[in-house]
């Protein structure tokens, strides 16, 4: 243990990793359960989902551990996922097969990027503003479809959206559920994702909205799974749209990631792993497409293992297997409703529009893209239509403001590739 993860060196001890890493699984095991929810809805069955998502965060998580010896956990990425099925698949027209595709070939655009120059060439193109609108915009997305999901707002003829019908046990479980979920997480309990969805699953079977089957082991459905692992089609590799959307989504992959490892690396105090740590996401992100999901993120929970105390990449192996450990309760995880899931989806949605007090105001020509993008995410249900509508803007009002020098040649690419999308989905 000493050789592989030099625990001395980074000042701790196995069992405090091995502490850091249940800590980390407790605050991010509810994954198991948003995750396949949004994937079902995409058509992937609910039970092969519940499988895909956990060997999915048990491999990257190994992978990262063992690669960059840091205790960032990778997950299936909450907002790709909204993309995954909302933006590619349901909007996009595209099947969930396909889409598996798309996630490969971003893996593929993103392994290119980790382990050449171009990550820093990206990192220093892309202007802190339209990352920051990226990720509140993603934010607001996911409140919507939390609301939606939980029958809170509904679809209207005159004004696009209502509110639902608020006598429903889904919606009344879903306000109540949704205060324990935000009073445990100011309160900082430990697990307090995973609680909330306890406590709320419980009052929604109390309240007749879910049916307790009770507690017991199993088998996984692995004839089930096999029907989505490795199941990528590559019937739409002849169309241009295939290629641009799965460029969009590499764009938001990178974007997004950089930034969480960053952000990670500089919490352990050391940025010098922050190049091995975006080399393991990437591979991961391949592996997602294979094994039949959304592509994976380091999750902003990883904040929960390193105040814990975790230092190495123990800590996100323990949470791997944490993970492949839950496949035995797959019964119990697919028992969990809409009411319990929704509140998480709000929660993290608000708490990603924080980033909005990091967007500078005062200059117009940085505000105004920035805030297009997160307007209009959530209106579109497209993150990739959304962020190209700020990409293309950024650089044109820099030069029509006479500010072209404040402009990365490369963005300058980034836009003409969004360009070309929003003209060939407009011819086709």
């Not at 391949?286 to 230092?311: D, K």
Request: with cysteine; glycine share 10%.
């Amino acid at each position: 243990m000493e050789r592989l993860f030099n625990l001395k060196q980074h000042g701790t001890t196995i069992g405090k990793e091995f502490s850091a890493g249940l800590i980390s699984y407790i605050t991010v095991v509810y994954i198991i359960i948003v995750n396949a929810t949004i994937l079902a809805v995409a058509g992937i069955p609910m039970e092969a989902g519940i499988i895909a998502t956990i060997l999915t965060s048990f491999l990257g998580c190994v992978i990262m551990g063992l690669w960059s010896n840091t205790p960032i956990l990778l997950i299936p990425g909450m907002g790709l996922n909204a993309m995954f099925t909302y933006t590619i698949v349901q909007s996009g027209g595209f099947t969930w097969q396909e889409a598996l595709a798309m996630v490969f070939v971003s893996g593929l655009i993103f392994v290119v990027i980790a382990f050449t120059p171009l990550a820093k060439v990206i990192t220093a193109s892309i202007p802190n503003s339209l990352k920051e609108a990226i990720t509140i915009g993603i934010g607001i997305l996911l409140i919507l479809i939390g609301f939606d999901n939980a029958g809170i707002i509904t679809s209207s003829e005159h004004t696009l959206l209502t509110i639902g019908d608020l006598s429903s046990p889904t919606v009344i479980t879903t306000f109540i559920g949704l205060i324990i979920t935000v009073i445990l997480f100011i309160k900082n309990v430990p697990g307090n994702l995973l609680l909330s969805i306890m406590i709320t699953s419980v009052l929604s079977i109390w309240m007749g909205g879910a049916h307790f089957e009770g507690i017991s082991l199993s088998t996984p459905n692995f004839q089930e799974y096999l029907g989505v692992f490795g199941q990528l089609s590559w019937a739409e590799a002849g169309n241009i749209v295939f290629w641009l959307t799965s460029i969009s989504l590499a764009m938001v992959l990178v974007f997004e990631n950089i930034g969480l490892i960053h952000g990670h690396t500089n919490m352990l105090k050391r940025p010098e792993n922050s190049k091995k740590s975006l080399q393991a996401t990437a591979v991961s992100v391949l592996s997602s497409g294979i094994f039949g999901t959304s592509p994976t993120v380091a999750s902003v929970e990883t904040a929960a293992g390193i105040t814990a105390g975790g230092r190495t990449g123990l800590t996100s192996i323990v949470t791997g297997v944490m993970f492949l450990a839950s496949i035995l309760f797959i019964p119990v995880i697919k028992m969990v409703p809409a009411s319990a899931v929704s509140p998480i989806l709000i929660l993290i949605g608000i708490l990603m529009l924080q980033n909005i007090v990091n967007i500078s105001m005062d200059d117009f020509t940085e505000s105004f893209p920035a805030l297009l993008i997160i307007v209009l995410i959530p209106l579109t249900y497209s993150i990739a239509d959304g962020m190209a509508i700020g990409f293309i803007l950024y650089p044109v009002m820099k030069l029509l403001m006479g500010k072209g020098k404040e402009i990365h040649p490369a963005l300058y690419m980034i836009a003409i590739l969004f360009i070309s999308n929003f003209v060939i989905q407009y011819v086709y």
